[in-house]
């Protein structure tokens, strides 16, 4: 491989349309980007095609994305009732190959089930000190902006949108949410960047959102507070909203992390979130934008020592009691668990309580907390659970419906990278994120599949089998290795990679699992622990708060048992953590013995680069083991009943 790896739009994708006669039928820039498209794939245009595009004369019920798809008479017809729903449909007619031309179908109509499909970077404009180009970023530098400048050459950030959009995501926030002073001025001074950016993302159907500092009519209007109730402050944000509309007018709206690690926020002035979001959107609402007002609130400088003050409450706590407050284009984008990211967490309870907001689920397709991209691990499962899970009963909704009136948002894991996202098979996770935003009762394994088949299209059998075996089970594998039973953050503090079981256990940051000679997990039960169990609806309170029927893999989560306890699979805890932490890092082990049978399938550069990180992942795999068993070994005294090393 030279230069830049085409992740899964390699040209051999574009086989089947490129050998196809094609007409492409209608008007605009998203039209004229499917020609261009066609044109690259070398497909001859013609008026007698295999393949025929357009946009219908009367609109029908598909939507500004829909596209409906058939094969008769020797044609493979798409309609669209928009140039965005046609941009999908020829993508759709790329994923299905030569399956989209080999037999009549009869008529398929296809629309994105969420109509808000977000990437939000953390990227920010100067290096951060601490945080770097990216924060949390595990693929080098920004797409956006190097040392400081925006890039002057923005090419790669076209072949981005592309990718992107091939995958049915239509909006990107570009800049970090924790919006240091430099990054501040993209607001105003330095919207030009912004406008370029959205100038490259644009063909694509992909709107640019920005995130804003709360303060910023006092960082940089001059004012004297940032109160969303004084009237200069709110001009100041009508104002300044109406010239970044005049700037970039399909601009999509705000990202806000408010009151958060540090960020100010609408407390200062004893408003309201409702107050400092609804400000916001009253900006925008002229110009058809919304913001993304972040429930990622929680008291970063916690005494250890306070058993009464749980972090898993404090979205539910601050935000449910202002259900039916936020205006309709005042969009509360939640975590999809209660704390951050971790592992395994339950869904947040949060989702279940606000029927009055338009609510977007967060998920961190970076993998923060599941290896930072030297680990193999393939979010798609965690996340279809997640958006398939019914907080009320199996009747209520389902997490993808809920999140249907705000969106779905995943924190990109992209970078400078010339793999795009450091490890190769972390392209898997933002190609699904994408999917399951459009479809997110579509199949993780299918998905999978999916993925594999354009990424590598001339992978023989064994290749393809191999990697849907690496990856399709990899989450469970790095849980089994990692933090267990649901207890979470026993990484290294700061950086968050790799063991240390006690790294976070007496700092500010309200993320602990109290083990101790007796046992382990933090008890948030109603009878006897930090009532977090009551913020969800039955049947979960009861489920979660009993320890019989809690779930075995969120049971630490919830309960704090002793090493004796029997799970629901029959074994102990302590047995339960000294198995799968075996198991797991075997399992790692396996992985790259199996990549390292048909490594030499696939492109040098990409073998090479997934070889080192399989190495990495067996060494971290191991150190989590041993720190892992080691340490509960030693607190709770009792023997691996098989016998193992323990150190
Ligand atoms: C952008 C976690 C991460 C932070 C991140 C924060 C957030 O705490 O460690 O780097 O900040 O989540 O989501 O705002």
């Not at 000190?129 to 050459?153: I, K, N, T």
């Not at 926030?173 to 100038?199: C, Q």
Request: glycine share 8%; hydrophobic share 40%.
């Amino acid at each position: 491989m030279t230069g830049i790896h085409p992740a899964w739009l390699p040209a051999e994708a574009f086989r089947a349309v490129g050998s196809r006669r094609v007409a492409v039928h209608g008007d605009g820039e998203l039209v004229d980007t499917i020609r261009a498209e066609v044109a690259s794939a070398g497909s001859p245009s013609s008026s007698s095609p295999d393949l025929a595009l357009s946009i219908a004369a009367t609109p029908g019920s598909l939507g500004d994305e829909g596209f409906a798809l058939a094969r008769s008479d020797g044609v493979t017809t798409v309609v669209a009732d928009a140039p965005a729903g046609l941009l999908y449909g020829f993508f759709h007619v790329v994923r299905l190959g030569e399956a989209a031309f080999n037999a009549d179908r009869p008529v398929e109509e296809h629309r994105p089930a969420l109509r808000r499909r977000m990437v939000e970077h953390w990227d920010n404009v100067h290096v951060n000190p601490v945080m770097g180009q990216v924060e949390r970023g595990y693929a080098g530098g920004s797409l956006f902006w190097e040392r400081g400048a925006l890039r002057a050459d923005l090419r790669r950030v076209r072949d981005y949108a592309r990718l992107l959009a091939s995958c049915g995501i239509n909006a990107v926030a570009v800049n970090n949410v924790n919006v240091h002073a430099t990054e501040a001025h993209l607001l105003t001074d330095r919207l030009g960047e912004v406008a370029a950016i959205a100038a490259e993302l644009r063909p694509y159907g992909i709107r640019v959102h920005l995130s804003v500092n709360f303060a910023s009519p006092i960082m940089l209007g001059g004012l004297a507070t940032a109160d969303p109730l004084d009237p200069s402050v709110r001009e100041w944000w009508a104002a300044t909203t109406s010239r970044v509309y005049e700037t970039i007018p399909d601009f999509g709206g705000y990202v806000v992390k408010a009151d958060s690690e540090g960020q100010p926020g609408p407390f200062a002035y004893g408003r309201s979130h409702a107050d400092g979001a609804n400000m916001l959107a009253d900006a925008l609402a002229p110009h058809g934008g919304v913001v993304h007002w972040r429930a990622f609130v929680y008291n970063h400088r916690q005494d250890w020592r306070d058993r009464s003050t749980d972090r898993a409450r404090a979205a539910y706590d601050h935000f449910a009691p202002l259900d039916g407050q936020f205006h309709d284009n005042a969009i509360l984008q939640v975590k999809h668990g209660p704390i951050d990211f971790q592992t395994r967490e339950p869904v947040s309870p949060v989702i279940a309580a606000m029927p009055g907001t338009r609510l977007a689920v967060e998920l961190q397709a970076t993998q923060e907390y599941t290896g930072q991209q030297r680990h193999v691990c393939y979010l798609a499962p965690m996340w279809s659970e997640m958006l398939r899970f019914r907080l009320h009963a199996d009747d209520g909704p389902a997490v993808a419906a809920i999140a249907e009136s705000g969106g779905l948002v995943a924190v990109s894991n992209v970078g400078d990278d010339p793999f795009w996202t450091g490890h190769p098979l972390a392209q898997a996770n933002l190609y699904a994120f994408g999917r399951l935003a459009w479809a997110p009762d579509a199949d993780p394994l299918a998905i999978l599949d999916e993925w594999i088949g354009l990424t590598f299209p001339a992978a023989p059998p064994q290749l393809r089998q191999t990697l849907r075996a690496m990856m399709d089970d990899s989450w469970h594998t790095y849980e089994k290795y990692t933090a267990p039973l649901g207890v979470g953050f026993m990484v290294r503090p700061g950086h968050h990679y790799g063991p240390d079981v006690d790294g976070y256990e007496y700092t500010s940051w309200g993320t602990y699992h109290f083990a101790d000679r007796d046992g382990v997990g933090v008890d948030r039960t109603r009878a006897t622990g930090t009532g977090f169990t009551g913020q969800y609806p039955q049947p979960w309170a009861d489920v979660y708060e009993s320890l019989d029927q809690c779930p075995d893999e969120l049971l630490l989560f919830f309960h704090h048992v002793p090493y004796g306890h029997v799970l629901r699979s029959g074994s102990t805890v302590i047995q339960h953590i000294y198995d799968t932490h075996f198991d797991g890092a075997d399992e790692a082990a396996r992985i790259r013995d199996s990549w390292s049978v048909v490594g030499h399938l696939v492109d040098p550069g990409v073998d090479a680069r997934v070889r080192e990180r399989l190495d990495e992942q067996v060494r971290s795999a191991e150190e989590w083991r041993d720190q892992i068993n080691t340490y509960f070994f030693r607190k709770s005294g009792v023997p691996d009943a098989k016998n193992r090393r323990i150190y």
